[in-house]
């Protein structure tokens, strides 16, 4: 398929030119509005009790859930039970009331309620529901905003809640998301410029990467039409459809202008290509979707969203490489060397007809010192990666809630309030919802059901058809308030147990069990965000055998089809996971615990990290750092399979991608890292975290610690069972052509040294 790719565009390149230039104008107008049909949630398993009790909870009580909350501060030293603060307060619940698509409005002043009260009684709560889907919520939203938001005589009103919450992270994301493109494009030409030595040559891996863009943007919008797609995938798309790209566009044209300095023709050099960088760029594309579509075995859309967007910047990418670059390059030939920019940064043209510099002269040495104490490098890094993955040990899990957010925002500066004066915590209360419970036959079995649930710790107080519970005793008789906790048909019930701990943490976790196993008269489901993270987690672990078999199983192939070796696939999956585990764990030391917070930017240490968190890293670090992997392995088995020698094939193999890795890596990390200057928490960690686990799988693992393990196992590195050799021989990819001979590349190798096995 390669070659055929190689003579076909090689005959008519401009045909194929034209054909990405209409994909692209496609892609332009079909991927336009994409993130106008993204949605923000999908982390929660839709299948779940907490699920399924919400959305009972949503069909059956026409108030529903409350999801606004209007946080009502008095001004001038008052009261909230000062009579001119009530009746301001009274006014604006009465005329939420009466707008279109809000239902179920509540108030301090209406019901009494203290939990809609803060303790230090300058604060009170209006709570409603706004009905619809997140898009036509978010357009209610907006258009009932500007009359109730401010100063309103003795009280001032901002709002909060999670409709006004994932309103703010959708709004902040797309606006952190055009400045990490703003940082990421500009520095990636830079560095693209210095590997190159040409403005011509740099800007081939950037057209590779608008394709790519695009063309998932495009897609993305296609999905959208099938299924629900979170927002945040648009973000992935932007980082790995920038740092793929230029990673496949750079290792082609690195080995394409190889070929030219080697002397040979522009068609030649196109055909070699494809056979050798080519192939390893098909390779590599492969392993990382693989490694994303194992995110599609998880039921949270959230998750399934990366894989969308994941697999489609991986394959658009490798087939922009691989179609629309040797195309570009036949057009170009020899004039890809020109435009040489350097010199405006005070460089200077070295040796070699392509411009370039002699490659790999420190990656030479680093692997000649490698091979010469392997064990030392082994046991060094490895003390590296264990030591950095110690603080995994103590990872506790959470939900994404609105300390994602800046404190600057006012949605966050409302919950901050209610979660430091409110003595209760009305927006993180628990739904238990009784289906098919006659609440006027059965109000004597209830009340008895909503005192027990009052007595468990953690629990501040009880609402039910029954009145209001504490501490096992009921300290308000049922009234006419008490009719909205049954439906209006009759045939449910449910109590809203209103918490005394943190809305989401190991006690509110807790809380959620004791009230599962607790009995009750009648079956009980549970809702609330306590509940979706209890459920996320055991929805997280039960799929988790799975996703990694898919991606263990398909790399093991892969690398098998490649190498003929069963050794050099399990190794590389050892040192992903000591490389995973490390990225992680600094993670949790940075996010969790609230180290170098003045390093990373600011943000508010949670005591935890979002509980589908490490399956999105671990998925995308995975594929990613295995890109490396096929990189680096691709010219070693080149060369072994020249020469027979192994330590020699090391140093080669090193001083070949060396450079290419470390660039493709920093190019890499320069778009994470720009996606992790993020105000949204989540995504900074997401983007920082990948960052790390790139540049420590770039120059520790790859450049370091897999020459190593390499150079001990000598020629076990290529074992396989004899009936696999014999299936490999007939199914297996091997090089075709002739890859370029040393003497005749740009800053020739040194004479060749055997390395001493025993030194």
């Given at each position: 398929?390669?070659?055929?790719?190689?003579?076909?565009?090689?005959?008519?390149?401009?045909?194929?030119?034209?054909?990405?230039?209409?994909?692209?104008?496609?892609?332009?107008?079909?991927?336009?509005?994409?993130?106008?049909?993204?949605?923000?949630?999908?982390?929660?398993?839709?299948?779940?009790?907490?699920?399924?009790?919400?959305?009972?909870?949503?069909?059956?009580?026409?108030?529903?859930?409350?999801?606004?909350?209007?946080?009502?501060?008095?001004?001038?030293?008052?009261?909230?039970?000062?009579?001119?603060?009530?009746?301001?307060?009274?006014?604006?619940?009465?005329?939420?009331?009466?707008?279109?698509?809000?239902?179920?409005?509540?108030?301090?002043?209406?019901?009494?309620?203290?939990?809609?009260?803060?303790?230090?009684?300058?604060?009170?709560?209006?709570?409603?529901?706004?009905?619809?889907?997140?898009?036509?919520?978010?357009?209610?939203?907006?258009?009932?905003?500007?009359?109730?938001?401010?100063?309103?005589?003795?009280?001032?009103?901002?709002?909060?809640?999670?409709?006004?919450?994932?309103?703010?992270?959708?709004?902040?994301?797309?606006?952190?998301?055009?400045?990490?493109?703003?940082?990421?494009?500009?520095?990636?030409?830079?560095?693209?410029?210095?590997?190159?030595?040409?403005?011509?040559?740099?800007?081939?891996?950037?057209?590779?990467?608008?394709?790519?863009?695009?063309?998932?943007?495009?897609?993305?919008?296609?999905?959208?039409?099938?299924?629900?797609?979170?927002?945040?995938?648009?973000?992935?798309?932007?980082?790995?459809?920038?740092?793929?790209?230029?990673?496949?566009?750079?290792?082609?044209?690195?080995?394409?202008?190889?070929?030219?300095?080697?002397?040979?023709?522009?068609?030649?050099?196109?055909?070699?290509?494809?056979?050798?960088?080519?192939?390893?760029?098909?390779?590599?594309?492969?392993?990382?979707?693989?490694?994303?579509?194992?995110?599609?075995?998880?039921?949270?859309?959230?998750?399934?969203?990366?894989?969308?967007?994941?697999?489609?910047?991986?394959?658009?990418?490798?087939?922009?490489?691989?179609?629309?670059?040797?195309?570009?390059?036949?057009?170009?030939?020899?004039?890809?060397?020109?435009?040489?920019?350097?010199?405006?940064?005070?460089?200077?043209?070295?040796?070699?007809?392509?411009?370039?510099?002699?490659?790999?002269?420190?990656?030479?040495?680093?692997?000649?010192?490698?091979?010469?104490?392997?064990?030392?490098?082994?046991?060094?890094?490895?003390?590296?990666?264990?030591?950095?993955?110690?603080?995994?040990?103590?990872?506790?899990?959470?939900?994404?809630?609105?300390?994602?957010?800046?404190?600057?925002?006012?949605?966050?500066?409302?919950?901050?309030?209610?979660?430091?004066?409110?003595?209760?915590?009305?927006?993180?209360?628990?739904?238990?919802?009784?289906?098919?419970?006659?609440?006027?036959?059965?109000?004597?079995?209830?009340?008895?059901?909503?005192?027990?649930?009052?007595?468990?710790?953690?629990?501040?107080?009880?609402?039910?058809?029954?009145?209001?519970?504490?501490?096992?005793?009921?300290?308000?008789?049922?009234?006419?308030?008490?009719?909205?906790?049954?439906?209006?048909?009759?045939?449910?019930?449910?109590?809203?147990?209103?918490?005394?701990?943190?809305?989401v943490s190991p006690e509110s976790q807790q809380l959620v069990r004791d009230i599962r196993q607790l009995d009750s008269p009648f079956p009980v489901l549970v809702a609330g965000g306590a509940a979706e993270l209890v459920d996320t987690q055991d929805s997280i672990a039960d799929r988790l055998p799975g996703a990694l078999a898919i991606i263990l199983l398909a790399t093991t192939v892969l690398l098998f089809l490649m190498t003929g070796s069963l050794v050099v696939p399990l190794k590389a999956i050892v040192l992903n996971f000591?490389?995973?585990?490390?990225?992680?764990?600094?993670?949790?030391?940075?996010?969790?615990?609230?180290?170098?917070?003045?390093?990373?930017?600011?943000?508010?240490?949670?005591?935890?990290?979002?509980?589908?968190?490490?399956?999105?890293?671990?998925?995308?670090?995975?594929?990613?750092?295995?890109?490396?992997?096929?990189?680096?392995l691709s010219r070693i088995k080149e060369e072994y399979d020249r020469t027979g020698d192994t330590s020699e094939a090391i140093v080669h193999g090193l001083r070949r991608s060396g450079g290419v890795v470390s660039a493709a890596a920093g190019v890499l990390a320069i778009v994470l890292v720009a996606i992790g200057t993020s105000q949204v928490v989540n995504l900074k960690m997401l983007g920082l975290g990948l960052a790390l686990a790139v540049l420590l799988d770039a120059f520790l693992v790859r450049g370091l610690l897999m020459p190593a393990v390499m150079r001990l196992l000598g020629r076990a590195n290529w074992w396989a069972p004899r009936p696999l050799k014999s299936l490999?021989?007939?199914?297996?990819?091997?090089?075709?052509?002739?890859?370029?001979?040393?003497?005749?590349?740009?800053?020739?190798?040194?004479?060749?040294?055997?390395?001493?096995?025993?030194?």
């Amino acid at each position: 398929m390669l070659q055929w790719l190689a003579r076909s565009t090689t005959t008519r390149p401009r045909l194929f030119l034209l054909l990405a230039l209409l994909f692209v104008a496609a892609s332009v107008v079909l991927g336009g509005g994409v993130a106008e049909r993204l949605q923000n949630g999908g982390t929660t398993d839709p299948n779940a009790e907490s699920t399924q009790a919400a959305e009972l909870l949503d069909q059956k009580f026409t108030d529903g859930r409350p999801n606004l909350a209007l946080l009502v501060t008095v001004r001038d030293g008052a009261d909230v039970d000062d009579p001119a603060v009530a009746s301001e307060g009274t006014r604006l619940a009465d005329q939420l009331a009466q707008e279109d698509d809000v239902l179920g409005v509540n108030s301090y002043w209406a019901t009494g309620s203290p939990a809609l009260r803060s303790g230090d009684g300058q604060h009170a709560l209006i709570v409603a529901r706004i009905a619809g889907t997140e898009d036509e919520a978010g357009d209610t939203l907006e258009r009932i905003t500007p009359d109730y938001q401010g100063v309103h005589g003795p009280v001032e009103v901002a709002f909060g809640g999670a409709t006004q919450i994932r309103y703010d992270v959708e709004t902040q994301s797309q606006d952190d998301l055009l400045l990490a493109e703003i940082i990421a494009l500009p520095l990636t030409l830079l560095v693209l410029v210095l590997v190159f030595r040409s403005a011509i040559a740099a800007l081939l891996p950037i057209c590779v990467a608008l394709v790519t863009v695009m063309g998932t943007n495009a897609a993305l919008r296609v999905v959208t039409g099938f299924t629900d797609v979170s927002i945040f995938a648009l973000n992935l798309t932007t980082a790995l459809g920038l740092g793929l790209a230029v990673d496949y566009g750079l290792f082609i044209v690195r080995r394409y202008r190889e070929e030219l300095n080697a002397g040979r023709p522009t068609q030649e050099a196109i055909r070699i290509t494809m056979a050798t960088a080519g192939r390893t760029v098909a390779f590599s594309a492969l392993t990382v979707a693989v490694s994303l579509s194992a995110l599609l075995t998880f039921p949270m859309y959230y998750l399934r969203s990366f894989a969308y967007a994941g697999i489609a910047v991986v394959l658009i990418a490798a087939a922009a490489a691989l179609v629309m670059l040797p195309a570009l390059m036949m057009v170009l030939g020899h004039r890809i060397n020109s435009a040489d920019l350097t010199r405006l940064f005070g460089g200077r043209r070295a040796a070699g007809r392509d411009g370039s510099a002699t490659p790999g002269r420190r990656w030479a040495a680093v692997g000649r010192a490698v091979i010469r104490r392997p064990v030392g490098f082994v046991c060094a890094g490895i003390a590296v990666l264990v030591v950095m993955a110690l603080p995994v040990f103590s990872v506790s899990f959470g939900n994404i809630d609105d300390r994602q957010l800046p404190d600057t925002l006012e949605s966050r500066q409302v919950h901050d309030v209610i979660r430091e004066t409110f003595d209760a915590r009305p927006t993180g209360a628990l739904e238990v919802l009784g289906d098919g419970v006659d609440a006027q036959a059965q109000l004597s079995e209830i009340d008895g059901y909503a005192a027990r649930v009052s007595e468990l710790e953690g629990v501040a107080r009880v609402e039910s058809a029954a009145g209001v519970h504490q501490e096992g005793r009921l300290v308000v008789e049922p009234g006419p308030a008490n009719a909205a906790f049954v439906s209006q048909d009759g045939s449910a019930t449910y109590l809203s147990v209103i918490p005394s701990v943190e809305d989401v943490s190991p006690e509110s976790q807790q809380l959620v069990r004791d009230i599962r196993q607790l009995d009750s008269p009648f079956p009980v489901l549970v809702a609330g965000g306590a509940a979706e993270l209890v459920d996320t987690q055991d929805s997280i672990a039960d799929r988790l055998p799975g996703a990694l078999a898919i991606i263990l199983l398909a790399t093991t192939v892969l690398l098998f089809l490649m190498t003929g070796s069963l050794v050099v696939p399990l190794k590389a999956i050892v040192l992903n996971f000591l490389s995973l585990g490390a990225t992680f764990g600094a993670v949790v030391w940075v996010f969790q615990e609230g180290h170098l917070t003045g390093v990373v930017g600011d943000f508010t240490v949670t005591g935890f990290v979002a509980a589908t968190l490490p399956v999105l890293m671990f998925c995308v670090a995975f594929g990613l750092t295995m890109d490396y992997e096929v990189f680096v392995l691709s010219r070693i088995k080149e060369e072994y399979d020249r020469t027979g020698d192994t330590s020699e094939a090391i140093v080669h193999g090193l001083r070949r991608s060396g450079g290419v890795v470390s660039a493709a890596a920093g190019v890499l990390a320069i778009v994470l890292v720009a996606i992790g200057t993020s105000q949204v928490v989540n995504l900074k960690m997401l983007g920082l975290g990948l960052a790390l686990a790139v540049l420590l799988d770039a120059f520790l693992v790859r450049g370091l610690l897999m020459p190593a393990v390499m150079r001990l196992l000598g020629r076990a590195n290529w074992w396989a069972p004899r009936p696999l050799k014999s299936l490999h021989a007939r199914f297996g990819i091997s090089e075709e052509g002739t890859p370029s001979t040393p003497a005749a590349a740009p800053g020739p190798l040194p004479e060749r040294e055997r390395t001493d096995v025993a030194g």
